[in-house]
């Protein structure tokens, strides 16, 4: 493979590209090292398949290997690099493997030359979704700062890869090499980007203080928990919601009106495990909705067979972002789809009920935290949710305003 096509082409992707849309067969490489068990890595591995759908890829298999450390030049074994080999020989239709952590710039152009196939890691396959799924120009600001943060420390031996965005007399020092100048070129873009973001933030900032006086109500959560979803429902509102990851990138702010009493519904970016550190650092600014909410309802798939670890994903990266001792209400969503995966069909009504209330209570003693089981697609208690709404909401206009009656 030549150079130009080393680090999935970031440049098309900058611009918005992603991976090519039709289905592009891979394999997933995971890696058991650290203290993590061989079922941590599956479900780790599951993620991944889903963030790789969610792209365009169709996985043909996987690879696992237990590990003290990763190896420094190929990350895996080199006998799992060469088993990886004759696999990929055997199957000429694979052209992408995909590993479930980050690589070096070393590993990527080790791993492409020996397999000569295309390398992602687990940080630019999520990079690669958010830069198809950007639609606003601070959502592709801040895809692209992302983008070159993780580029600049695996430039070496890649820089061709780069169309000469600079040059001429006077722009190259005595002696200088490409690396060294393509290195300044995407420190200079990376510092060009901050101030768009910047811009952006003090026009949100501004939009933000003319909304007035009202309260402002979150959806937080793992990523597809299903908060697009509730979103459409409680604001009768036309978000994207799709069955799949990072489904909404930009976040969404509708007026809501329950009883004559207004507030504001924002619907912001999922999370995920194992978040590229400098993707959470260039969407500090679309978290802001989240920063300066008076009340956040953590929507929450209780379908999924790691919720709780989805939970506790969500509650880490509140807490990064000092946001934790908000006003918080647990949301239960798909609780239909719940009852399909592990009901039995022979369990009569009353038993469901008794389950599920065993369930409400072991989630509020577990979590400290209100809550409800809810199903945004078919509409199930979303009356009782509502209520809760806005006896929450209530409270907090009584705190915000001690002084005036309000009469709502």
Not at 94 to 105: A, E, P, R
């Amino acid at each position: 493979m030549n150079d130009n096509s080393k680090l999935w082409n970031l440049g098309e992707t900058a611009a918005g590209a992603g991976l090519k849309k039709e289905l592009e067969k891979s394999l997933l490489i995971g890696l058991i090292h650290g203290g993590q068990s061989e079922t941590q890595v599956h479900e780790f591995l599951d993620e991944l398949e889903f963030l790789a759908l969610t792209a365009g890829a169709v996985i043909q298999k996987r690879f696992t290997q237990r590990l003290p450390h990763p190896d420094s030049r190929t990350f895996i074994g080199s006998g799992k690099v060469e088993e990886i080999r004759l696999y990929l020989e055997k199957h000429e239709d694979i052209n992408m493997v995909i590993f479930d952590d980050d690589l070096t710039g070393k590993q990527a152009n080790i791993l492409e030359e020996s397999l000569k196939v295309k390398i992602l890691d687990r940080s630019s396959l999520i990079l690669d979704i958010f830069a198809s799924r950007a639609q606003t120009a601070q959502a592709r600001t801040q895809v692209e700062l992302a983008q070159m943060q993780y580029l600049l420390p695996r430039l070496r031996g890649l820089w061709t890869h780069l169309e000469r965005q600079r040059g001429g007399i006077g722009m190259r020092g005595p002696g200088e090499k490409e690396i060294e100048t393509d290195r300044r070129i995407v420190r200079d873009k990376i510092a060009l980007l901050k101030e768009e973001l910047i811009i952006i933030d003090r026009q949100n900032q501004t939009q933000r203080k003319q909304r007035g006086a009202m309260i402002r109500v979150a959806l937080v959560g793992y990523t597809n928990a299903g908060k697009s979803t509730l979103m459409n429902t409680l604001s009768k509102a036309d978000v994207f919601a799709e069955n799949k990851l990072f489904a909404t990138l930009d976040t969404t702010v509708r007026k809501v009106v329950y009883e004559a009493m207004p507030f504001l519904l924002s619907d912001t970016v999922g999370f995920i495990r194992k978040l590229p550190h400098h993707l959470i650092e260039s969407f500090k600014s679309t978290l802001d909705e989240t920063r300066e909410s008076d009340i956040l309802v953590h929507v929450v798939d209780v379908s999924h067979p790691h919720y709780t670890e989805h939970i506790e994903t969500v509650h880490k990266t509140l807490k990064e972002l000092g946001v934790i001792d908000k006003p918080m209400l647990m949301v239960f969503n798909k609780l239909d789809v719940y009852r399909k995966t592990y009901y039995d069909d022979m369990l009569d009504e009353q038993t469901k009920k008794d389950l599920e209330a065993e369930l409400k209570e072991n989630m509020s003693t577990k979590f400290h935290c209100d809550n409800l089981f809810i199903s945004a697609k078919t509409k199930e208690n979303l009356d009782e949710l509502r209520q809760v709404l806005i006896r929450m909401i209530k409270e907090q206009y009584v705190i915000r305003y001690p002084h005036q009656a309000k009469q709502w």
